[in-house]
């Protein structure tokens, strides 16, 4: 029986320790799947190592487990990068590549490889069972099988320990696959063309086990929770499980489905948040993507959800065939008019493979980029810069900023004071293994030394630049360490440089694959497309504006006796955030964050020196937002 090696990748994020909700779910359910075949060894890669590690460390972690078959969960986020690390351990050694997931299509040419041996489409269960017990199946190069019955019994990975989910104390929580609609930029459906439920003992069990467990939330995964037959009666269950509220629920919705009772049923049972897919309110759209919307019952069952405390997060989308720049305003307004803007999120249309806008993009007269996430780039209806405009008109309307820079860190040091002459790497305990999240090049140091640590970086990561350090030396310094992690994103910060940097002439050198995966995502971030990978910051005690063009920000030094006041910070909103570097004792660092924490952190970028305190700031001003167990700072 061959040994099994399963993987996903996470979501690319901008600051070290934020979450990715990079959970493995499928590979978990793989791993069931095959627990009553004898001799079955499967291994996951750990949430924590899989969620921050640099590309050459992750490749080298992953061959470490010296796999006969290495196994992919497959995204449009980590697609590119999947492909690097298969081929990274196919020629490292002799083993076989599996890819699987919602990427993989028939029609996704992107993700054909010489390097991966077969392709799974759709549910991956009952083909995982038949590739590890039948030579020949992987001959076939690719094959699709359905579940035959096996989801609907089985238990969640959880109760078996398959998953670990104290990274982010979050549970996933599957209650059905496929989906009752057919909407056209949507790949739910995916192979399946019926719907199966989880029986619903199995998910009260999981549901009792993350009580006992005290895990705080569970994300129920279906695309229309509504879908559920007996929805009501599980519900009442739930609630008689989470009677004390210990677990916050939350997940996806049509919001015509909610009535009074439903919505009375959802707040007992402990659910928090919902999303709930409007898209657009122009009729024209709405047919062509296939999805009919009653407007008016749309909104009381939103209502009803808001008045029981429970928030519906509203998604909207810029480009649909169909739509135009006052069609989009027009949902705008219709979201803001109802008092449904508290938490919305809007997405420029992505083209999906296996979609049926995919399939009917000539006909549908849609532009889109041909790597991921296969953004629209203009419409018989929007031009490219109508999707400015929109995002601009919804900001405004909603109060409210859909892509806002990465969070401020520049912290440099551990506990002691210090000039950064004289700082050292800060490295990160997981897994077992020590890892560099902040280079500091504060000396010219040996390119082997560079060389060794460049396959020891985390994702993403942070090079600390001193101003000793000439442009030369600089680019060969991310020339290696680019090489080596050409997926990971990064951020280069100079403290005091005699001049500004030359971003442009810097990013020239790099080696990072490109279209990276964040300049899309982040497209609309700034005007222009381009780099959205690697972030530039400069910090200084001068002042003056002088640093301030895409992916680059300029943040102002703090060295000053005494730590600053709200009146003192706002002096510095011309720029992009202040570095706190104050001689004042930890203990009066943190009495300063509790007095004033989320009333700075609202109005102003902020980070400290010393990264423990850092780690603390980003803890106490974006609770939600970070794992705090992850960020283990070492020297």
Partial sequence: MPSVALCQLPIPRQNFGRRTGNIPLGAACLKLAVKDIPNAAVQIL??????????????????????????????????????????????????????????????????????????????????????????????AGSGAEGAAGWFRTAESPYLGGLIDPSIENLMLLETQRGCPYRCGFCFYKKSRQGLVFAEANNLLRAVAWAAEKRIAEIYLLDPSLNARPRLKELLAEIARLNSGRGIRLFSEIRAEAVDDELADRLAAAGFYWFEIGLQSTNPKALKLMNRPTRLRRFVEGAQQLKARGITPSIDLIIGLPGDDLQGFRRSVDFVADHGLQDDVQIFPLSILPGTDFRRRHRELGLLFENHPPYTVTSSRGFGPEDFLQAYDYAES??????????????????????????????RIAIGGGRYVAKLMLNRKRPLDEIRRLA??????????????????????????????????????????????PRSCALLADLHLRRPHFLDGDLRFLFAKPGNRAVLFTLVSVDRRPRFQGDMERQVFWWRKPMLPELEDLQEFEDLDGVLIDAPASAAKIRAWQDRLGRDAAEKHHISFADARLQQRWVVLASPDEYVENVMRWEV
């Fill in 397 to 426: 309307r909603l109060d409210t900023v859909f892509f806002p820079l990465p969070d401020l860190d520049v912290s440099w040091r551990v506990d002691a004071a210090g000039e950064v002459g004289a700082a050292t790497d800060l």
């Fill in 455 to 500: 396959g020891q970086l985390t994702q993403p990561y942070q090079l600390l630049v001193g101003n000793r350090i000439g442009a030369a030396y600089l680019k060969s310094v991310l020339a290696i360490i680019t090489a080596e992690n050409p997926f990971t994103p990064l951020e280069v910060v100079f403290f005091e440089p005699s001049e500004p």
């Fill in 46 to 139: 750990p949430q924590d190592l899989a969620a921050y590690l640099g590309d050459a460390a992750l490749a080298e972690h992953l061959s470490g487990f010296k796999a006969d078959i290495y196994g992919f969960t497959v995204f449009s986020w980590n697609l590119q990068r999947s492909l690097y690390v298969a081929e990274k351990l196919k020629r490292a050694g002799n083993c076989r590549i599996v890819f699987g997931g919602p990427e993989i299509t028939p029609d996704n040419d992107l993700a054909h490889s010489p390097f991966v041996d077969f392709y799974a489409y759709g549910e991956g269960e009952a083909i995982f069972r038949r590739l590890l017990q039948d030579a020949d199946a992987w001959s």
